[in-house]
C-alpha cells in the first residue's frame, strides 16, 4: 500500500502543540531549540503555552507548524527507524504545509526552512494593508462555480473598477476557499447566496492570502528562494499550483513563488496522489484539518494523523 505524507497549513496552529512530544522525546526538543535559535525567538514555549492570538500571527504560525511537522518526522526517524525516502511515495503540503513537506524530504535543511517561513509570513502579513483584503469560505460550492463568482463579482458596480477576488483554496467536498479586496469579496458573498451556495461566510484572517495582492510577499520569496540552499527532495512533492510531482529544485523554486498568488488545488493533489498509486495518506504534524478532508476526498484511502507520543507509537506498529 503505497504511502503519502501530508502536512497541515495555516488554521492547524494550537496552544499545547508539540509539548508531549518536547517532555517524550529528545529528538523532538533538538528540533525546537534549533527553530527557537535560528529565529532568536521562544518560539516552542509559544506553541506549548501560547498565547492563541499571539501563536495565530501569521509569522509565528507558519514556521511553529513547521516545526511541529519535522518534530513529528524526526522521532519517527530516531525511534522508530522510520526512513522517508524508502517508506513514503509522494509528500505535499498545503500552502505552508508545502514547506514543511520539502524540509521532511530533505530538501531544505530546518533551519533554512525556519527562516523562509518566517519571512513569508512577514511579507503575506505586510503586503495589503490591514482592513483592504479579506478571505472568505464557500461551503457547498465547487470550484469551477466558485470561479464565475469571483469572475462576476470582481466588478465594482458604482465604479466599473475591477478589483481582485479568486479562488485561493479547493479543497474539495465542497470547500472552496475565496480572496481578495474586501469589497470584492463582499460582493462574492452575496452572489454566491443567490446562486444557491449552501454557506458563505467570511474568514478571520489577518490578510487576503493566495490571490493577486500577494505580489509584493511573491517578490520577496523569490528573492529569499533564489539564495536558499537547495536540493532535490529525496522523494517526489505534488505541488499546490500544479498537482503535479516535481522534484526539480529550479522548478520547485518557481512553484512555491507561484504558489503564494496562486490557487491552493488540494483537491486536485489528493485525487493525483491516488491516481499515482497512493492508498494511504498520514497527516504529520498539528491538528486533523488534512485527515478530515481525505475522507471526502478519498473515502476508499486510509487517512490518520500523527501529532502526538500515542499517534507515534501506533503508527509505526502499523508499518
Request: glycine share 8%; aromatic share 4%; net charge negative.
Amino acid at each position: 500500500m503505497a504511502l503519502a505524507f501530508t502536512f497541515p497549513g495555516q488554521g492547524s496552529q494550537a496552544p499545547g502543540m508539540g509539548r508531549d512530544l518536547a517532555a517524550a522525546f529528545p529528538a523532538a526538543r533538538e528540533v525546537f531549540q534549533e527553530v527557537d535559535e535560528t529565529l532568536k525567538q521562544k518560539l516552542s514555549r509559544l506553541m506549548f503555552e501560547g498565547p492563541p492570538e499571539e501563536l495565530t500571527l501569521t509569522a509565528n504560525a507558519q514556521p511553529a507548524l513547521m516545526a511541529m511537522s519535522l518534530a513529528v518526522l524526526r522521532v519517527l526517524e530516531t525511534e522508530g527507524g522510520f526512513d522517508l525516502k524508502s517508506r513514503v511515495a509522494l509528500v505535499a503540503g498545503h500552502s505552508l504545509g508545502e514547506y514543511s513537506a520539502l524540509a521532511a524530504a530533505g530538501a531544505f535543511s530546518l533551519s533554512t526552512t525556519a527562516r523562509l517561513l518566517r519571512l513569508r509570513g512577514d511579507a503575506m502579513q505586510q503586503a495589503v494593508p490591514a482592513g483592504e483584503g479579506a478571505m472568505a469560505a464557500l461551503l457547498g460550492a465547487e470550484a469551477e462555480q466558485a470561479a464565475t463568482i469571483c469572475a462576476a463579482a470582481a466588478e465594482d458596480p458604482a465604479t466599473g473598477v475591477r478589483e481582485v477576488v479568486q479562488v485561493a483554496n479547493d479543497n474539495g467536498g465542497g470547500q472552496i476557499v475565496i480572496s481578495g479586496h474586501a469589497a470584492a469579496v463582499d460582493r462574492a458573498i452575496e452572489a454566491a447566496k443567490a446562486a444557491g451556495v449552501k454557506r458563505a461566510m467570511k474568514l478571520p484572517v489577518s490578510a487576503p492570502f493566495h490571490c493577486a495582492l500577494m505580489g509584493p510577499a511573491a517578490d520577496a520569496m523569490a528573492e529569499a528562494l533564489a539564495e536558499a540552499e537547495m536540493r532535490a527532495p529525496l522523494v517526489p512533492l505534488v505541488a499546490n499550483v500544479s498537482a503535479a510531482k516535481a522534484t526539480d529544485p529550479a522548478e520547485i523554486r518557481d512553484l512555491l513563488v507561484r504558489q503564494v498568488t496562486g490557487t491552493v488545488r488540494w483537491r486536485e493533489c489528493i485525487l493525483a496522489m491516488g491516481a499515482m498509486g497512493c492508498e494511504r495518506f498520514v497527516e504529520i504534524g498539528s491538528g486533523r484539518v488534512l485527515t478530515g478532508l481525505m475522507k471526502r476526498l478519498a473515502p476508499e484511502a486510509q487517512a490518520s494523523a500523527i501529532g502526538s507520543p500515542a499517534d507515534i507509537e501506533a503508527f509505526l506498529k502499523s508499518l
